[in-house]
Nanobody, 123 residues
Framework: QLQLVQSGGGLVQLGESLRLSCAAS????????VGWFRQGPGKEREAIAG????????YYEDSVKGRFTLSRDNAKNAVYLQMNDLKPEDTGSYYC????????????????WGQGTVVTVSP
């Protein structure tokens, strides 16, 4: 049973950076598609970045393109989300999720979830 443990997050100011980590145990995360999801206040959970299980192709939602970078470190069995130039609209709870599907870009597809971490960006 794959387990995902997140770390990172916190309170930052406009324009600052954070890195979120998603570390796996109980399986080889390199075999899984991983998605990063964000749930803003009063909003639905949406995928903002993902990496394919097939060829490590990357996906970014338009609002984070050029600012966020997803990376996979198979040696550490982890996936990261580097978030630069943070904006108040990036505020929310962030979740990593994994599945053996080709992609994890909708919540319904994800079988395994991290516990979530809160990111708050002050103006």
């Amino acid at each position: 049973q794959l387990q995902l443990v997140q770390s990172g997050g916190g309170l930052v100011q406009l324009g600052e950076s954070l890195r979120l980590s998603c570390a796996a145990s109980g399986g080889n995360l390199g075999n899984y598609a991983v998605g990063w999801f964000r749930q803003g206040p009063g909003k639905e959970r949406e995928a903002i970045a993902g990496i394919s299980s097939i060829d490590d192709k990357l996906y970014y939602e338009d609002s984070v393109k050029g600012r966020f970078t997803l990376s996979r470190d198979n040696a550490k069995n982890a996936v990261y989300l580097q978030m630069n130039d943070l904006k108040p609209e990036d505020t929310g709870s962030y979740y990593c999720a994994a599945d053996l599907s080709a992609w994890v870009l909708t919540p319904q597809v994800a079988r395994y979830w991290g516990q979530g971490t809160v990111v708050t960006v002050s103006p």
